[in-house]
T-cell receptor, first 112, second 115 residues
Framework: SQQGEEDPQALSIQEGENATMNCSYKTSINNLQWYRQNSGRGLVHLILIRSNEREKHSGRLRVTLDTSKKSSSLLITASRAADTASYFC????????????FGEGTQLTVNP | DGGITQSPKYLFRKEGQNVTLSCEQNLNHDAMYWYRQDPGQGLRLIYYSQIVNDFQKGDIAEGYSVSREKKESFPLTVTSAQKNPTAFYLCASNSLLEGVDYGYTFGSGTRLTVV
């Protein structure tokens, strides 16, 4: 079953602009993770935020988590053409052990 | 270099044929996973294993089988019972240690096509 729902499904911006993607989920979680996938490739882990954290930064990435609203956002600042990819959120649910449930992703296109 | 290796990169299957996708990791990770990805969609869990000689069904296990005889290896067999096997298959692994924050490591995938 798909736990995460991502919004928007597709996003097109110019280089230098910020990109924001949102993820909503349904059940209680241990943590939420964001991954990136270039076309036809495997996924790459970007960042993990635990259920007791509200915000986390890694380079140009900023992730927020609101457990009361069961939602998260990923902000990519000063985007580059190389950021063009699909971005997925994944939840580690409290009842699921170590298995992750992935959303359907946001396709980000950064135009030079 | 540590990582996960999936092979082959492309695989063609005839109707009624079983095929096996390979997944090997040298990261000393305890857990391994198989996901299926259809075009423009997210990942759906097929099977996972947290320890050698043990594995659990995911959300879409019908028509698939796995084994975990070694910690490093988690092959997936797509059987003839899987009616729509054309998809991109991704293998992943992770450590089950507390406090680890680096998430899953994914292989580069196998694209399976029924001909």
């Amino acid at each position: 079953s798909q736990q995460g729902e991502e919004d928007p499904q597709a996003l097109s911006i110019q280089e230098g602009e910020n990109a924001t993607m949102n993820c909503s989920y349904k059940t209680s979680i241990n943590n939420l993770q964001w991954y990136r996938q270039n076309s036809g490739r495997g996924l790459v882990h970007l960042i993990l935020i635990r259920s007791n954290e509200r915000e986390k930064h890694s380079g140009r990435l900023r992730v927020t988590l609101d457990t009361s609203k069961k939602s998260s956002s990923l902000l990519i600042t000063a985007s580059r053409a190389a950021d063009t990819a699909s971005y997925f959120c994944a939840t580690d649910e409290e009842t699921s052990g170590s298995r992750l449930t992935f959303g359907e992703g946001t396709q980000l296109t950064v135009n030079p | 270099d540590g990582g996960i290796t999936q092979s082959p990169k492309y695989l063609f299957r005839k109707e009624g044929q079983n095929v096996t996708l390979s997944c090997e990791q040298n990261l000393n990770h305890d857990a391994m996973y198989w996901y299926r990805q259809d075009p423009g969609q997210g990942l759906r869990l097929i099977y996972y294993s947290q320890i050698v000689n043990d594995f659990q069904k995911g959300d879409i296990a019908e028509g698939y089988s796995v084994s975990r005889e070694k910690k490093e290896s988690f092959p997936l067999t797509v059987t003839s019972a899987q009616k729509n096997p054309t998809a991109f298959y991704l293998c992943a692994s992770n450590s089950l240690l507390e406090g680890v924050d680096y998430g899953y490591t994914f292989g580069s995938g196998t694209r399976l096509t029924v001909v």
